[in-house]
C-alpha cells in the first residue's frame, strides 16, 4: 500500500510539472491595454514554407508573416513583442488594443523575460482623452 502512494505521488508530481513546463506561457500570459506605438510587417520570403496537400489545388503559396508590436499602456510602459498573428496586418499606429502576450519560460536564457505569439484580442479607435502614439 505504501509503495502505490509512492508511485501516486510521484505520477501526481510528473503530471504537474510537465503541465507547468508546457503551458508555462499560457499560465503566466499577459494583457497588455494600451495605444499602439507601432506594428512592423516583416516578410520573409527566404523562409517559405512547404506547400500543404490541402493547398495543392491552386491555392497560393504559404509564407511566414511575423509582426513586430508595441503597445504602450496607461502606466507609460512600452511592450513589445512578436507574432505570426495575421490580425496585427489591419492595426494602424494610434489604435487602442487589448492583446494576450505571451512570455517565454525562463530556463530559455536567450529569450527569458520577452514575450512572444501576441494574441490581438480587442481592436478600437482610443478614446479622445487617450494619449496618442508619438
Same mark, same amino acid.
Given at each position: 500500500?505504501?509503495?502505490?502512494?509512492?508511485?501516486?505521488?510521484?505520477?501526481?508530481?510528473?503530471?504537474? &510539472?510537465?503541465?507547468?513546463? +508546457?503551458? =508555462? &506561457?499560457?499560465?503566466?500570459?499577459? !494583457?497588455?491595454?494600451? /495605444?499602439?506605438?507601432? /506594428?512592423?510587417?516583416? +516578410?520573409?520570403?527566404?523562409?517559405?514554407?512547404?506547400?500543404?496537400?490541402?493547398?495543392?489545388?491552386?491555392?497560393?503559396?504559404?509564407?511566414?508573416?511575423?509582426?513586430?508590436?508595441?503597445?504602450? +499602456?496607461?502606466?507609460?510602459?512600452?511592450? !513589445?513583442?512578436?507574432? +505570426?498573428?495575421?490580425?496585427?496586418?489591419? /492595426?494602424?499606429? @494610434?489604435?487602442? /488594443?487589448?492583446?494576450? =502576450?505571451? *512570455?517565454?519560460? *525562463?530556463? %530559455?536564457? %536567450?529569450?527569458? @523575460? !520577452? =514575450? =512572444? @505569439?501576441?494574441?490581438?484580442?480587442?481592436?478600437?479607435?482610443?478614446? *479622445?482623452?487617450? *494619449?496618442?502614439?508619438?
Amino acid at each position: 500500500m505504501k509503495v502505490i502512494k509512492w508511485l501516486l505521488a510521484i505520477l501526481v508530481i510528473f503530471i504537474l &510539472s510537465f503541465g507547468f513546463i +508546457e503551458y =508555462y &506561457s499560457f499560465l503566466f500570459a499577459r !494583457t497588455v491595454k494600451g /495605444v499602439v506605438i507601432d /506594428v512592423q510587417k516583416i +516578410e520573409m520570403e527566404g523562409a517559405i514554407l512547404s506547400r500543404p496537400s490541402r493547398l495543392d489545388s491552386g491555392g497560393d503559396m504559404p509564407f511566414m508573416h511575423s509582426f513586430a508590436i508595441a503597445v504602450k +499602456e496607461s502606466s507609460g510602459e512600452i511592450v !513589445t513583442s512578436s507574432s +505570426e498573428d495575421r490580425q496585427w496586418a489591419v /492595426v494602424k499606429t @494610434g489604435q487602442c /488594443v487589448e492583446a494576450k =502576450y505571451f *512570455p517565454y519560460p *525562463p530556463w %530559455n536564457l %536567450n529569450k527569458s @523575460g !520577452t =514575450y =512572444y @505569439g501576441a494574441r490581438l484580442l480587442k481592436l478600437s479607435d482610443c478614446d *479622445p482623452g487617450t *494619449p496618442k502614439a508619438k
